[in-house]
């Protein structure tokens, strides 16, 4: 059974080598501490990157938690003055 061919996959997949034909070349026109020396500096950059925005990420969640906290004192807060002010509610 011949297996059915799926021209956007191939085209894709030629893209996909043509690019890394590029950075084996951008990487090859160097000299080799040169190039590996970038690639180190690259993947430090990158490391740092990453772990920035994942502080990032961990504030804004800290912030959408308190956020939510402080919502819910509110909530309790008008809860306990419409008590005070109207009483208890009746059935």
Same mark, same amino acid.
């Given at each position: 059974m011949q297996e059915s061919r799926d021209p956007v996959r191939e085209v894709c997949d030629a893209v996909c080598e043509g690019l890394r034909q590029i950075g084996d070349v951008s990487y090859a026109i160097l000299p080799e501490k040169i190039a590996h020396s970038l690639a180190?500096?690259? =993947? +430090?950059?990158?490391?740092?990157?990453?772990? +920035?925005?994942?502080?990032?990420?961990?504030?804004?969640?800290?912030?959408? +938690?308190?956020?939510? =906290?402080?919502?819910?004192?509110?909530?309790? =807060?008008?809860?306990?003055r419409e008590t005070e002010t109207y009483g208890s509610p009746t059935s």
């Amino acid at each position: 059974m011949q297996e059915s061919r799926d021209p956007v996959r191939e085209v894709c997949d030629a893209v996909c080598e043509g690019l890394r034909q590029i950075g084996d070349v951008s990487y090859a026109i160097l000299p080799e501490k040169i190039a590996h020396s970038l690639a180190d500096f690259k =993947k +430090a950059l990158l490391t740092e990157l990453t772990g +920035a925005l994942q502080w990032e990420m961990e504030w804004i969640d800290n912030r959408v +938690a308190g956020g939510d =906290k402080l919502r819910q004192e509110w909530r309790e =807060k008008c809860r306990r003055r419409e008590t005070e002010t109207y009483g208890s509610p009746t059935s």
